[in-house]
């Protein structure tokens, strides 16, 4: 039986390919039966990527989801950065640049007001939790951001690896958050235009959220987002470690 | 001909990438700035020139549209590699330094939003 084990161990990517088709199949069945494809099966499907990826971190104990799961170890390739990113480049064949060019400012506005509003909410979180020096109260603010950000500015301004841990929780929540939210969410903020999916791109930051969320919504939203959240990332690195904790060490 | 469509994608990516690594290291940040929306404009530029110049074949758009059609399994996977255990379980600092700044962000969307020149 070793040998089966091998062979799809072996074949990893294509095993990720067949599994994934396998559980977009079931999301759409559910869809259609369940809920007379009210709730999309797009949004089915990365719902319960994130449930399994619960439960396998409970059974296997490792931070990689499914893809801790020998077998399932495909996943972190199919799902990793690499092609997530190239695949979200290929959406923008056929993107409008008049609409890039006419959002811009309201862009680059949502993309401030998205990091250091992020950054303050966060801040002012681990104050109230108790915590007093000014590189835990950066780190978690700077993981209020997304899961990269947080990391990035603990490593920089030389906070413990308890604090960091937790940026990157706080990054990760956000990020399902706005996943599981986006689709509920998108009818009472107006995110039906691509106009709108640039503002939220820049607000909401976290490019995996983003583009997993505006794919549940509506695909055709989703280069738009993704185009402004791709900055979001850079921008925190970049205002928090710096001008933001030097901020927040004037108080603390 | 489809893989000149494949390769004109892998180009602005690879292109993309390195614009926002080298971005990140001349603003000496470890982090890649934007190299994904560098990547996106590349393509929408390019796909114009070549259109403009009559170049751009179908069977090309079709190499990389098969890519934008796996967009969606490759999010479906990648929410199955998330650390949801971590997320969950990382106690109530993280639950709420997650879920609060993304109310308040989106709280000021309709602020934002009226930046925006009133479409026709």
């Known amino acids: ?48 990527g994130l ?17 801790d799961i020998k077998v399932l170890s495909g996943f972190e ?8 990113d190239f695949t979200i480049v290929s959406t923008a ?39 007093q020096d000014a590189a835990s109260i950066t780190t978690i603010g700077a993981g209020a951001c997304t899961f990269v950000v947080g990391p ?21 929540v956000k990020s399902i958050l706005v996943t599981i939210g986006t689709p509920l969410m998108a009818r009472f903020i107006g995110l039906n235009t691509p106009q709108a999916a640039m503002i939220y791109g820049g607000l909401m930051g976290t490019t995996s959220g983003v583009a997993a969320g505006l794919a549940a919504t509506d695909p055709k939203l989703v280069p738009y987002g993704a185009m402004t959240a791709t900055f ?20 603390y | 001909m489809l893989i000149r469509g494949v390769a004109l994608l892998a180009a602005c990516y690879i292109t993309g990438q390195l614009i926002g690594e080298t971005l990140g290291r001349l603003l000496q940040i470890n982090a890649n700035v934007g190299g994904v ?10 796909q114009n020139w070549l259109e403009q110049r009559g170049r751009f074949h179908l069977e090309m758009q079709e190499g990389v549209v098969f890519w934008s059609k796996m967009y969606l399994p490759v999010i479906v996977a990648m929410s199955a590699t998330q650390n949801a255990k971590l997320a969950l379980s990382s106690g109530l600092v993280a639950l709420l330094a997650g879920i609060v700044p993304v109310v308040v962000c989106l709280a000021t969307m309709p602020l934002i939003s009226k930046l925006n020149p009133k479409s026709e």
């Open chain 1, 51 to 67: 449930v399994l990826a619960y439960f396998a971190g409970l059974a296997t104990g490792g931070s990689k989801g499914i893809a």
């Open chain 1, 93 to 131: 064949m056929g993107v409008s640049f008049g609409i890039i060019k006419k959002t811009g400012l309201a862009g680059v506005v949502s993309l401030l007001v998205g990091v250091v509003l992020s950054f303050f909410a966060g801040a002012v979180i681990a104050i109230a939790m108790g915590y």
């Open chain 2, 37 to 46: 929306g560098f990547a996106m404009l590349l393509l929408i530029l390019s």
């Open chain 1, 1 to 48: 039986m070793d040998y089966i084990t091998t062979v799809l161990v072996k074949n990893g990517l294509i095993v990720a390919f067949l599994v994934t088709g396998l559980l977009m199949i079931a999301a759409e069945y559910l869809s259609k039966i369940l809920t007379n494809k009210k709730i999309p099966g797009s949004a089915i499907a990365i719902f319960s």
């Open chain 1, 152 to 172: 990035v500015t603990g490593t920089a301004v030389g906070a413990g690896s308890d604090v960091v841990a937790i940026s990157i929780a706080a990054g990760v």
């Open chain 1, 77 to 84: 390739l199919m799902g990793g950065a690499m092609f997530r």
């Open chain 1, 232 to 251: 979001y990332t850079g921008l925190g690195c970049l205002l928090c470690p710096s001008a933001l904790f030097l901020l927040v060490r004037m108080f």
